[in-house]
């Protein structure tokens, strides 16, 4: 079931008199409920822009594109304070509720002094009970393995685990969807196999799981890639898919691995599928030379 | 010649204090004028803090109670050289672009030339010079504004603010962090210039054990303030003994060699770069080879 759908979306940024910045073309795709998705491009490709569409925090900027999630569509819902006005029964919050974004920066997501407190400052803002509460920033510590850190300043966590923290605080809003924007990339390489496993295990939950990187290690452990470039996609696929193709004309990198494999290619060996990891890489290896 | 000497320092943050932390233990390193230096480790490590004292922002005691650094000969506790230690060594920060501030590029460059009270005709020259470096062309990029610029430029022309103080040594903690991979190769060409044509010793701090061990000939290893490994790429990775030992990452081709290992085909632990390792599997597969 399609959870999230792009219908001819448009967006752009106006620079100054007259002067637009085309950042997405006429822009269709959907994603399924569950799905592990990596979107990946060169900066400037239209990565981040997206996902701010994704919860409403951008809204297309044609009249005819259409961004929809669970159903809603986020032009149609009522804006920050003026309940009631479009008359669907549904605000921008609940657009927000659904989709959860961890940007890149692990110092500036957090908002109150103790990791705690940080985590219940969406469900404080949304109205809810002091149990409900308590009970949401206890499971959603629990799901990033923060517990023992709960009564800590947050300004005392390094950069992984500031991360860990902003994850919580979107995990406290039960979201259905989770936009990981560049959130490795401040990382030591511990910092980042950790937030590949949290959201992996949350992917396991049943949390569709959007994941925008410029690792393509990262993006091969992914169900689907999605290629972006200058505003609109240009590759669609699984990893295999993707990786089979000439990806580095995008700009982009292809995962060590499968780079290897390649050359390997070009010395005579032969590899009966494409390689994207590095399991794959020392199996088709071994296969060729015993 | 030496660039740097560095004799027994030690470093201790909030010293007296419950939150006293000993950032580095008895440091003693030389790097020669002209290597490429990349200092590892993990978060907390004191690498950080070890390049601080390259260019006197962390200083040790005048007395020397703590340990001495010189810069080409000079303690960087002497008052009189300061001025010349700050051109000497240029340092690139992490993420340097949040730290563009001015409304045109020029003038962002020609901010650290300024403040060391060159003339306007050496200013304007600098800034040319610095621009054209860093392959973005004066005409162009002068008078835009840094913030319109994309990530790639942005992150060259806070390169570009360094090298218009024409540093001898140039410092760049994880020059290659959130940049798409197109941005990566355009800096590494970068960095590669700028050794080449104007700033002979080059020290990247990094957490990448990848750019480490392909553009670096020389690793130091920091684990809890002391050097625990300083060698060659293939020095110091080839010895998994000691990187085990020592919590670091191996490169993405020694963890290739180590898992061909343990399937039975032995390669040379000292291979580092993918160039070296498809050369030698293509060796074992023409029958060269002496694997068990």
Redesign the interface.
Known sequence: MSYIVFNGVNYSYQLGEGEKLRALKNLSFSIEKGSFVALV????SGKSTLSKLLNGLFLPTNKSGQVIVDGINTKEVDEVGKKGEKDNGFTVFDVRKKVGIVF?NPDNQTVATLVEDDVAFGPENIGLSREEIVERVNSALEGVTMTEYRDRAVSKL???QKQHVAIAGVLAMKPEVIVFD?ST??L???GRREIMSIARELNKQGITIIMIT?N?DEAALADRIIVLQRGEIVLDGTPKEVFAENV?RF???LP??T??AY??KE???IFDEVIIN??E??EG??K??? | MQAIKIEALTHIYSKKTPSEKVALDNINLVVEEGEFVAIVGHTGSGKSTLVQHFNGLIKPHKKGKNGRVEIYGRATTEKKGLKQLRFDVGMVFQYPEYQLFEDTVAKDIAFGPKNMKLDKDEIDRRVRKSLELVGLPYDEFAERSPFELSGGEKRRVAIAGVIAMEPKILVLDEPFAGLDPEGVREITALILKLKSEICPTIITVTHDMDSASTLADRIIALREGKIVADGTPKEVFGDRALIKEIGLDVPFVARIVDKLEERGIVLNKNIVTIEELTTELERIRTGGGDNV
């Open positions: 491009g060169m900066n400037g890149q390094s950069g992984g560049e990339a401040m030591d390489p511990i410029h393509m580095p700009g982009l990198a060590p691995a780079e290897t050359k390997l010395k005579g060996f590095e399991d890489l020392v290896i071994c060729q030379l015993r």
